[in-house]
Nanobody, 125 residues
C-alpha cells in the first residue's frame, strides 16, 4: 500500500505561482503511475497531469498544458506540480493519486488506487 501526503497549497493572487508536493511512502513507486487531480466545489474531480515513475512518461490535460509542470524526485520519493500563471478558475482542492501500473495514460479518478488527503489552492482575482 502507498501513502500519499500533499502539501504546498495556499492563497495566491492571479498570475502567481505555487508548487505542490506529494510525498509518497510505504512502497517503492517503480510500478506506479502518479497523477494530479483537482476538484472545485460542486464539480467533478478533474485530471491535470500524470507521470510514470519508472519510465518518465508525462501527460497533461489541455486545460493546464503550458502552465503546469509535473516532475519527480526519486531520492525524496516525491512528486511535484509546479503551477504558474494561476487563475481564479484554478481554485480547488488538489490531490495526488497513485495507480498500480507502471505506464500508460489514466485520466479518470476511478483508475487510481491510492489518494492523498488533498491540499487547498485558492487564487484571488
Amino acid at each position: 500500500q502507498v501513502q500519499l501526503v500533499e502539501s504546498g497549497g495556499g492563497l495566491v493572487q492571479a498570475g502567481g505561482s505555487l508548487r505542490l508536493s506529494c510525498a509518497a511512502s510505504g512502497r517503492t513507486l517503480s510500478s506506479y503511475t502518479i497523477g494530479w487531480f483537482r476538484q472545485a466545489p460542486g464539480k467533478e474531480r478533474d485530471f491535470l497531469a500524470s507521470i510514470s515513475w519508472s519510465y518518465g512518461d508525462i501527460y497533461y490535460a489541455d486545460s493546464v498544458k503550458g502552465r503546469f509542470t509535473i516532475s519527480k524526485d526519486n531520492a525524496q520519493n516525491t512528486i511535484f506540480l509546479q503551477m504558474n500563471s494561476l487563475k481564479p478558475d484554478d481554485t480547488a482542492v488538489y490531490y495526488c493519486a497513485a495507480r498500480v501500473n507502471p505506464r500508460g495514460l489514466f485520466r479518470e479518478w476511478f483508475q487510481y488506487n491510492y489518494w492523498g488527503q488533498g491540499t487547498q489552492v485558492t487564487v484571488s482575482s
